[in-house]
């Protein structure tokens, strides 16, 4: 029988390591010092490459394997992943949709608490050992806050329905209206910024949304205007955003990516208004195992000819 | 009748004692087309003393036999809290007096901060948070993952006005909710439970939402933070009294409990140190209704329940004293 090699990109999950090392032969491209001798002595046993957020599969890499077949990304996200580069090669490419929106979902909420009423700044000052009795200040209000949502997908549509346990008014903007959808439709992103006093980009990153918040927007937005990106970090002008987060043209930011992780401008440590987490969005244990698993499951239909359960392209 | 008008001041106004902690600063610019307020350090407060007929308490400052021994005229005593625990409704029941709370002014606001706290803790946002001011992201790698809030278990303990809002919010996110409070409410589509033992058992997590009485004191003990077990969370937005803080920090420190989200203690500010350095704990400095809405909300129901009584009709948010 043939070797089953499978190239993983990244650390992403060790669990993920484990399951696909019982199954397949496994390469770490993060351990391998001399690529060009790799690729030379195994790219012709390695039919299936596991990517994700952080290395997935671009042009070069694909060409390195002339024997892969699959992509099969731990993410949902496909924008380290050269779509029309396997389209054109033939490579099936497969994600981990749904199994993560709850756990990305929860992420924006949580941050939009965070960030709103101060939770984190809160442990900081208690751990330090600052809290004087009677010493306060006024945080601001979610319950019934307008909530805008770019992108009203899967993860957008699971942020607004929780946004309304809360009393918030939810709108949208999304490349096309959604007539089913029970929500305020705005045709611009500057628009539903305008009207909303939380904005949170929940699309997915292509090259036209790409910036998608930019200066204007955050302009839009406002002072009192609260800005959560669990997206991609380059959804957001980060520059931009840095500059009004410093010059107080914005309320406050929650952020869960960054246009260069693990890197995050280092203005935004001294901020208060700002809640910053390490692209945790889908990072339980449990949601850990079912994206790996349904990694696994992907590659196990692949090589038994069986329809692939979460098929991108 | 108590004499409201006295020939030296300029108010036909009724009077309301303010009772507040010499550092609590107070306004009164919102009310003064309502009442006159008089506090101890007023000039006029001798003449008013023995004949006022409304004591307003500022935030948590106590109200204790001896303040009431003060004003043998008082009939009503407005709180502007959610808790009442500071004010002596023994007292109060005793002398007839009846007291009035900030009712569901802050409701909203504390159930938010509730969920906010529960998500933190679960999913490690503070932690991430410093984390990544740390600078430890790119040197340590990928932060540790955290608990998905979906599936879990929820036990709400008190499910009254804030208690109600923190199950509705948790709804959504696939938690399933269930409770212990003085009554069943068959309106709702909650488990219930007798206890919070029987609770603690079919729990996750824990949500402290019900007010602190004697009955109610270390109502979180020992038993109860076995029984939810080494991976359940507790979040208390309720009053330090509710749970026994020595065992909580017990169980934290000795890994039997998986987490906590604390916005109260037993005795602020003071906060028990060894919590300072767990990654696995959220500490508030009681801070959960703490927004301008909850304020002006607030002041609404003040408002109004002075007007209640000054016109002799019933009151907005009537603390049940026979409980």
């Known amino acids: ?11 992403m999950s060790s669990y993920l390591q484990q399951q696909l090392d019982n199954r397949f032969n496994v390469f770490y491209l993060w351990n391998i010092t001399n690529r060009v001798e790799f690729f030379n002595e195994n790219s012709g046993s390695i039919r ?6 952080n290395v997935g599969a671009n042009r070069e890499l694909i060409d390195s394997l002339p024997a892969l077949e699959i992509v099969s990304t731990f993410s ?125 980009v929940a699309c997915a990153l292509t090259e036209e949304t790409r910036h998608i918040v930019n200066r ?15 997206g991609r970090g380059p959804h957001v002008d980060e520059r931009e955003l840095v500059y009004a987060l410093v010059e107080g043209r914005l309320g406050g930011a929650g952020l869960d990516v960054f246009e260069n992780e693990p890197n995050v401008p280092e203005e935004l440590f001294g901020l208060d208004n700002v809640v910053l987490v390490a692209h945790v969005g889908s990072a339980t244990v449990e949601t850990g195992k079912a994206m790996a698993d349904l990694v696994v499951r992907n590659l196990e239909a692949h090589f038994s000819n069986k329809p692939l359960l979460t098929p991108v392209v | ?3 409201l008008v006295q020939s030296t001041d300029n108010s036909h106004l009724p009077v309301a004692i303010i009772h507040r902690a010499p550092n609590f600063k107070f306004s009164s610019s919102w009310a ?85 706290l529960l998500i933190d803790v679960l999913r490690r946002f503070s932690a991430a948070d410093r984390y990544v001011r740390a600078g430890l992201w790119p040197v340590k790698g990928d932060y540790p993952l955290g608990s998905k809030l979906g599936g879990k278990r929820v036990g709400i303990i008190g499910l009254g006005s804030i208690g ?22 068959s309106q709702l589509p909650y488990v219930f439970y007798s206890n919070v033992l029987d609770l603690a058992t079919n729990s996750d997590t824990l949500i402290v939402c019900c007010s602190l009485t004697d009955k ?68 508030s400095p009681h801070r959960a209704i703490l927004t301008p809405e909850a304020f002006e909300g607030v002041r609404e129901v003040m408002v109004g329940n002075l007007k209640a009584f000054f016109s002799n009709k019933p009151l907005l948010s009537e603390v049940n004293l026979s409980d």
């Open chain 1, 1 to 11: 029988m043939e070797p089953r090699g499978v190239l993983m990109t990244y650390p």
């Open chain 1, 48 to 53: 299936a490459v596991v990517g994700d957020t």
């Open chain 1, 76 to 200: 949902v996200g496909l924008d380290k992943i050269d779509l029309e580069y396997c389209k054109k090669k033939g490579i099936k490419v497969t994600n981990t949709p749904d199994v993560l929106t709850d756990d990305v979902a929860d992420l924006a909420i949580g941050l939009i608490l965070a960030t709103s009423r101060r939770i984190c700044e809160c442990d900081r000052y208690v751990k330090a050992g600052l809290w004087k009795k009677g010493d306060f200040r006024l945080t601001t209000k979610f319950s019934g806050k307008k909530v805008g949502i770019i992108g009203l997908g899967r993860i957008g549509t699971a942020i607004a329905k929780r946004a309304e346990a809360f009393n918030c008014t939810v709108s949208y903007y999304s490349r096309s209206q959604k007539p089913e959808s029970k929500y305020n439709y705005f045709p611009s992103v500057v628009e539903l910024a305008s009207n909303s006093d939380i904005l949170v």
């Open chain 1, 216 to 230: 204007e927007v955050i302009n839009a937005l406002g002072p009192d205007g609260l800005l959560i990106n669990i």
């Open chain 2, 1 to 3: 009748m108590a004499d």
């Open chain 2, 32 to 116: 003064t087309d309502i009442f006159t307020p008089i506090e101890p350090s007023d000039p006029l407060y001798p003449t008013h003393r023995p004949s006022a007929r409304v004591i307003i308490v500022m935030a948590l400052t106590p109200l204790k036999s001896e303040h009431l021994d003060l004003y043998p005229s008082v009939e009503c005593v407005i709180g502007t809290t959610a808790g009442v625990d500071h004010i002596d409704l023994a007292e109060c029941r005793r002398r007839n007096i009846r007291v009035t709370s900030a009712g569901d002014a802050f409701s909203e606001d504390g159930a938010d901060y509730a969920v906010g």
């Open chain 2, 164 to 185: 109600t809002l923190v199950a509705k919010r948790l709804e959504p996110f696939g938690c399933t909710i269930a409770y212990s409070s003085r009554n069943r409410k």
């Open chain 2, 216 to 283: 109610t004191h270390h109502i979180i003990n020992s038993d109860v933070l076995t029984a939810l077990g080494n991976r359940g969370i507790i979040v208390n937005i309720g009053r330090g009294g509710l749970v026994d803080e020595k065992e909580l920090v017990k169980f934290l420190v000795e890994g039997k409990l998986g987490g906590a989200g604390l916005d109260v203690y037993e005795n602020e500010p003071e906060v028990p140190k060894e919590l300072f350095t767990m990654d696995n704990v959220v500490l």
